[in-house]
């Protein structure tokens, strides 16, 4: 980093621990991505209930080549986020993700969706509870009732046209997932 960690407390006392902590999770992110100019972590604790833990908030901004990229959560969702290092490690991985996601945009790659592909259903045993799908190119594509999305799969009869995600399986090519057309 070429600007010095910045950390700031509100409502909770620093420890050398934290701290050292922090720093530490800071330098992984510097040696992960080198474009880092500057990091400012606030760690606090806004809401204070007596009938529960305190949830802690760690906030970081990070200023980066070509931008700033900033990281939080409401810790009212995150009950996790009643032990402050579960908060600053949950914290640090999403800053970590959206480095990766500023890195990919630099380099200019971006994430394409396929469309599913398309296919026939050329076999199908109902009481097993799997069927056999034709590709326009003639391979035969295993899947389980329980790949086919939205109950669907008591409603598919030999020759129903149907979309898939294909992956491979223990014993070959299988639909991970399975679309009624």
Excluded: W
């Excluded at 409502?11 to 720093?23: G, L, M, Q, S, V």
């Excluded at 949830?55 to 032990?83: S, W």
């Excluded at 945009?105 to 994430?111: H, N, T």
């Amino acid at each position: 980093m070429e600007q010095p960690l910045k950390i700031t407390y509100r409502n909770i006392e620093p420890t050398p621990a934290i701290e050292a902590k922090i720093r530490e999770r800071a330098d992984k992110l510097d040696r992960y991505y080198d474009g880092i100019i500057g990091c400012h972590v606030t760690i606090e604790v806004p809401h204070h209930h007596q009938h529960s833990g305190a949830l802690y908030h760690v906030h970081i901004d990070l200023a980066v080549k070509n931008g700033e990229l900033q990281v939080g959560r409401d810790p009212a969702q995150h009950h996790a986020h009643e032990d402050l290092y579960v908060a600053i490690r949950d914290a640090f991985d999403a800053a970590r993700r959206r480095l990766q996601d500023h890195a990919r945009r630099q380099r200019g790659d971006l994430k394409t969706s396929e469309r599913p592909a398309r296919a026939r259903v050329v076999r199908l045993f109902p009481d097993e509870g799997y069927g056999f799908l034709e590709t326009p190119d003639q391979r035969e594509i295993y899947f389980h009732r329980n790949s086919v999305l939205n109950d669907g799969f008591a409603r598919l009869v030999v020759g129903s046209e149907v979309r898939f995600a294909e992956e491979m399986g223990a014993q070959g090519p299988q639909a991970s997932t399975v679309t009624c057309v």
